[in-house]
């Protein structure tokens, strides 16, 4: 496994702050001519209670917008040398030593890539007393990594194959109340 890594983030007066970062991996696990894969991630978060209009009201505190979009790459399946035919000894015949193959070739195996959207934000009433946090995400699987069952008359049960893709969706809802509040410093 071979990985390059970069990052940049920037912040602009507290108020919005972005993120970038690509990644790029190299594995033995696949084909020669898929054995790299590149993820890339951003992410923006925009914390509109910091902006003036929003300093003279007392219903909304810490207001804040968040998104994010990212690639992620999956090899954890895959034992080492996937993608390569691979033969073993003892394999003999009429007293001959021999080899015999262990495992079909896929030379097109590639990277299982994960993209995910997120969409959220965060928010405050009452005084503080009543947080929310509204968190929408959308996760889409492509080229999954899977043993595909071959027909017996080819010697082997299964080889490994990009097949097929999953996609989830959903809403995240949290809220986080404060009934009692002390004045008091230590509480009581």
Partial sequence: LLSFFGRLSYTYA????????????GSSRFGSANR?????????????GEEDFMQNQNVIHDLALRASYG????????????????????????????ISPQ???NPELKWEKTA?????????????????????YRK?????????PVPLTTGFEDIWSNVGSMENEGVELAA???????SDARGF
């Fill in 140 to 148: 889409k699987t492509e080229d999954l990594l899977i043993a595909r």
């Fill in 103 to 105: 495992q079909l070739a």
């Fill in 36 to 48: 790299f894969g590149t993820f890339p991630s951003a992410s923006i978060l925009y914390r509109i």
């Fill in 71 to 98: 690639v992620t790459g999956n090899q954890q399946a895959l034992g080492n040398f996937a993608a390569r035919g691979l033969f073993g000894g003892g394999a003999n015949y009429d007293d001959l030593p021999g």
């Fill in 116 to 136: 995910q959207l997120n969409l959220g934000t965060d928010f405050s009433l009452l005084n503080r007393r009543v947080g929310i946090t509204f968190d929408y």
């Fill in 176 to 182: 986080n109340l404060l009934l009692v509040q002390s």
């Fill in 14 to 25: 507290d108020k919005i702050t972005t993120t970038f970062n690509i990644r790029r991996d």
